[in-house]
T-cell receptor, first 114, second 112 residues
Framework: GAGVSQSPSNKVTEKGKDVELRCDPI?????LYWYRQSLGQGLEFLIY????????KSGLPSDRFSAERTGGSVSTLTIQRTQQEDSAVYLC????????????FGSGTQLSVL | GDSVTQMEGPVTLSEEAFLTINCTYT??????LFWYVQYPGEGLQLLLK?????DKGSNKGFEATYRKETTSFHLEKGSVQVSDSAVYFC???????????FGTGTSLTVIP
């Protein structure tokens, strides 16, 4: 596609439910990032994928959060047993390679946990 | 650890006014510095960058100079337009890690 695509754009869920957020990066981009943007906060790094290397999961806030990237392309961020503090905009970004510093962002998924 | 601190908003300016959004950073080594912009309803996009001390990044009339002595990367524009209304994020890439560090964002509204 022409840009980074994220779905859904909005997700409302009940506390305790699991959610899956999808990111489709730009074709050929080997690096993929997930960030979280909470109200009044900066972008919080969650996880980073680079090619076939083991992902950098150092930013995941708890073991309820996990992510995978299949075939070096599409990525899914899963949040289990959602809590109200998980409410935020989840942003995905990709770049051509690790040392290419220009990130291309998707429009994000607005997650609301009631 | 590495971090970015940027001026809190929101900022409201009249068209053709001068804009400064302050950004300072903390980093080990020699990071690359960026400004990203998020227009209403759109994803973040790169506005400009500088990769070494004294470099000046520029784009769309915006400028920022990498100042190592003051660890700053302030964003400036001489004459803002209504179309510049957006949220601006200062960011740092540490070259040794796997992530960008972003500031909290500064919302700019330009009124006619």
């Amino acid at each position: 596609g022409a840009g980074v695509s994220q779905s859904p754009s909005n997700k409302v869920t009940e506390k305790g439910k699991d959610v899956e957020l999808r990111c489709d990066p730009i074709s050929g981009h080997t690096a993929l990032y997930w960030y979280r943007q909470s109200l009044g906060q900066g972008l919080e790094f969650l996880i980073y994928f680079q090619g076939n290397s083991a992902p950098d999961k150092s930013g995941l806030p708890s073991d309820r959060f996990s992510a995978e990237r299949t075939g070096g392309s599409v990525s899914t961020l899963t949040i289990q047993r959602t809590q109200q503090e998980d409410s935020a905009v989840y942003l995905c970004a990709s770049s051509l390679r690790k040392d290419n510093e220009k990130l291309f962002f998707g429009s994000g998924t607005q997650l609301s946990v009631l | 650890g590495d971090s970015v601190t940027q001026m809190e908003g929101p900022v409201t300016l009249s068209e053709e006014a001068f804009l400064t959004i302050n950004c300072t950073y903390t980093a080990t080594g020699y990071p690359s510095l960026f400004w990203y912009v998020q227009y209403p309803g759109e994803g973040l996009q790169l506005l400009l960058k500088a990769t070494k001390a004294d470099d000046k990044g520029s784009n769309k009339g915006f400028e920022a100079t990498y100042r190592k002595e003051t660890t700053s990367f302030h964003l400036e524009k001489g004459s803002v337009q209504v179309s510049d209304s957006a949220v601006y994020f200062c960011a740092l890439w540490a070259n040794t890690g796997n992530q960008f560090y972003f500031g909290t964002g500064t919302s700019l509204t330009v009124i006619p």
